[in-house]
Each structure stands twice: as C-alpha cells, then as structure tokens.
C-alpha cells in the first residue's frame, strides 16, 4: 500500500499546500508586517496613477469641477425636459425607488429614506442575484431585466420621482439607467469607496467600477472630494456627499463605561500592528471585529460599545495603505451615537468636523498614546467632546439632511 503524505510535505502545490503555506505565514510577524508595507504601498501608486490620469485627461478636454451653483444648474439643465410641468413636492409625498443589496449596514438605507415619501426597494440579493458568486456575468443581464421590471412595475403603480442606487459598473447597466431615466425618474447613485475604485477593471465590456455608469446617472454623490474630477471626466455631475448616521440608530445608551478604549472593525492592515504598539504604552484596545478574539458585534451591540467606552477609536486608511485615507461611516456613527471619537488625521474630517472639539484625530502611535492618556485623566474634556461631536451629527450629518441636500438641488422636493 502506497505510503500517505501529509499535503503540506507535497511536492505539487496544491489549494491544500497554498492554505497551510499562507497560514503558517501569517504567523510570521515580520512577514505580516511586509505584506501589508507592499500592498499599501501597491494601493496608494494605484490611487496617484488614477486620479492624475484623470487631471491629464481633465485638461485635454477642458474639463472642470463645478462649484456648488454651477452643478446646481448643470443638474437642472440635464433634467429640463424630463421633469418638465414637475413642480417640487412636500416632504413625505416622492416615490423613491431604491436599487442596492444588503450585506450589513445597507439596511438603513430605506429607514433614511422613508420621510420623504413611498420607498420601493430592489435588493438584487434577495431576488436571488447573487453578484459575490463566479457565474456572476451570466446572471448580470438578468438582474437588470428584474430591476428594470421592478422599476415599471412600481412606476405604474405610482410615478417614480427619483430613482436612488449605491450600484456601479460591475452589476448596472447603463442601458439600464437610461431607460429609467426614460420613464422620468431622477436618478441619483452613491459610492464611498471610489478613491481606489473608480474604473476597476474591465467586466462584460465595461468598467466594473463608478465609472461604468457614471454618464447614465444624473448626480453622482461620492465622499472624495478628489473623485470629482474623475466623474467630471466620465461624463457624469458628481458632488461630494460623505457618509452618515441615523438619530434613532445611532444614539446614545444610558449605561456604565466598561472599556477606556475600543475600536470595532476588522482585522488587516496597519490595525493590529497599531493597535500592538499601544498596548506598549499600557493602553489596552478592546477589539470587536473579523478576525480579532472578541469577533464582530452585532449592529445593535456595536452601537451600544460607542456608549461603553470612554474613548472609540478610528482608522481612516484604506486597505492596507496609512497614507491613502477616506471618510468612513464610523466617523459620523460614532458622534452621533454619543461617542468619543479618536481616529487618524483624514485632512476630510476637516470638512465635516470641528477637529479638536467634536473630534479628535492623531498622526502616529504615539501621538495617539498621548491623546488618550490625557483624555483618561480630563473626563470633564471628554465629555465635552462628546457632547459637541453629537450636537454637530444631529445638526449637519443625519441621512435626512444628505437626502433634503440632494432632493432640494434637483428641484425635487420643497424647501422649508
């Protein structure tokens, strides 16, 4: 009987070799750290190349960004015959189609939206899509026959007014869109994750990224300020819209601090090398997330944490870069909800924030250290913080006042 070899003593590299090999590395510490150095690095070379394509491309054409009365009236030129005898309607009375899948946060999107109207969704998951899956392109076309269904099935019901989508060339069509927008509907389509993905690459004859489609929708809403050009250059109006929280999600729990510092989110990275070097420091981080002993919390949980901990902490890097840094839905979420938030020094949070008195941000391990251990012995300063941190979400960062924005500047819905 022929002698039985253990798959990670195989010559031939098989999925069994590779599995144990990537394992066994991933406990190497120096390894860890190399790898996520090059992919950060990878990362931030792949943004620069993109958007200074873009800029070369923007100047050839001589294209450029449009200030916020410009875009105003770019948008009401492009939807002139469309909503034309359309006058702006009272809060609660759009029709509102709304086309995503849920995978976690997503499923406030309707809640954020139910104010302004009647909210038909199209979860593309639920229909038994499943865009994650290898035969992905062979279910694609049939996607966007069921939404295009779906949109004339809730169009006869009752006119759509706008149409909104966190979708991107990867799983729309234009031709899609096109045809909605056909039909009279505003269309409008999100995306917080274009800094390092805007083309992506070529699926089915088309980019799998925003730029897929950004022609084909009427207002592109990104939390990049630098994306602008890059949809500009696409043939789409693009405005800046960062992420946000709900009042009623997000909110503060009446309950004893347990943690000085937690952080939730997942284990890659910079994080855990970070989050190590603190500990050095004596600060411990109480971590929730994929990949770390505790795991992830649910939603609920994860918002009752923000009010258990003294201080919530933040990384703003994408990917495996530092440098490379986004607007995340934590930074809004945190506040909101009550909590004192601490993360890296995004130049954006300075577009949202009064940093130092509604945030608070650092620049490197021990900078952070410094900010915490001070923070631990003013409580009244913390509290502070927090207060005004909450007051600014409630004022300027809620999902109604991104919607009322957007509704308001296409002439959709009346102001107040």
Known sequence: MPKMVPCFLSLKVGSCTKNVMKKALKKVSFIVKANSLVKGYLQEEKAHRELARHRVKALKKGVKQLDEEALKQSLRQRLANRRSGCPPKPKGDLHIFLAYYISSWEKILPLSLEPFGKVTTF??????????????????????????????????????????????????????????????????????????????????????????????????????????????????????????????????????????????????????????????????????????????????????????????????????????????????????????????????????????????????????ANIIQKLLADPDRAGAIRKAGRRRCLSDHSYHARWSQVFQIAGLLEKR
């Open 123 to 368: 979860d593309w998951r639920a229909h038994g899509f499943d865009d994650r899956q290898p035969d992905w392109l062979k279910q694609r076309d049939q996607m966007n026959e069921a939404m295009l269904e779906a949109f004339h099935y809730a169009n006869r019901t009752e006119p759509v007014d706008v149409m909104i989508g966190y979708l991107s060339g990867y799983n729309t069509s234009p031709r899609t869109l096109q045809k909605i927008a056909q039909a009279g509907a505003v269309i409008f389509n999100f995306c917080w994750d274009d800094k390092l993905s805007f083309s992506g690459k070529k699926l089915g004859g088309r980019y799998t990224g925003p730029a897929g489609i950004a022609h084909a929708v009427d207002l592109n809403l990104t939390n990049s300020p630098n994306s602008l050009i890059k949809y500009a250059v696409n043939g789409g109006l693009a405005m800046f819209w960062p992420e946000a929280a709900h009042p009623d999600v997000h909110r503060p729990y009446n309950t004893p601090f347990e943690f000085d510092v937690s952080f939730a989110g997942g284990y890659y990275g910079q994080r855990p090398s970070f989050i190590k070097k603190l500990a050095k420091h004596n600060i411990k981080v109480e971590c929730f997330g994929h990949g770390w002993p505790n795991g992830p919390l649910p939603s609920e949980e994860m918002i009752k944490l923000y009010s258990r901990s003294r201080i919530n902490l933040g990384f703003a890097g994408i990917g495996y870069s530092r440098k490379l840094m986004c607007l995340k839905g934590r930074d809004f979420e945190v506040p909101m909800s009550g909590g004192l938030y601490l993360s890296q020094n995004n130049p954006e949070l300075l577009l949202v924030f009064n940093v130092g008195n509604e945030i608070l941000t650092y620049r490197n391990e021990e900078d952070c």
